[in-house]
């Protein structure tokens, strides 16, 4: 099968907020007033939640539909802890992201517990946000200068 590329691109509005766009869609990235932000929108860290939230829903679906599972609906609950002193400049002692993110998963599907825990796993190992998360993914950062069609790559 074929790569799909996804993308998304956008422009900042102030030091906090950042306006994107995926497809048609406008996601509206702002911080809470206590790290600086107007509250206008999820923060990039709640984003990754929610992504990781949205994709455990469609492969849940997905993967109880291939086995003939009737699942009527999935609640899904993410949460993770970090400690912001990276991202504030206040030291390098630990990571910048979560130290671990904790997924509670609620499903209303008609099955046995070991057929659950089957599905579960299944999701869970099928979940294109979870391999991201679960292991390195090469990351290319560049530095682009759109008025004169300069790249400068940074690796």
Same mark, same amino acid.
């Given at each position: ?38 509250? $206008? ?6 984003? &990754?939640?929610?992504?990781?939230? !949205?994709? /455990? +829903?469609?492969?849940? #679906? @997905?993967?109880?539909? $291939? ?6 609906? &999935?609640?899904?609950?993410?949460? !993770?802890? /970090? +400690?912001?002193?990276? #991202? @504030? ?67």
């Amino acid at each position: 099968m074929s790569l799909l590329k996804f993308s998304v691109e956008g422009s900042s509005l102030n030091e906090t907020k950042f306006v994107a766009k995926a497809r048609n869609f406008e996601l509206v990235i702002d911080e809470p007033p206590s790290l600086g932000g107007n509250d $206008e929108g999820a923060n990039p860290v709640e984003y &990754l939640l929610a992504s990781f939230a !949205g994709c /455990l +829903n469609v492969v849940g #679906f @997905l993967v109880a539909k $291939e086995h003939g599972l009737k699942l009527k609906n &999935l609640n899904i609950k993410i949460e !993770g802890d /970090l +400690n912001p002193a990276k #991202f @504030l400049g206040q030291g390098d002692d630990e990571r910048a992201g979560y130290q671990h993110i904790q997924i509670f998963l609620d499903p209303d599907i008609e099955a046995d517990e070991q057929t659950i825990h089957a599905w579960a796993e299944e999701v869970e190992r099928r979940c294109p946000i979870n391999d991201n998360l679960g292991n390195k993914t090469p990351i290319f950062m560049n530095i682009e200068n759109i008025r004169s069609k300069e790249n400068l790559s940074l690796n």
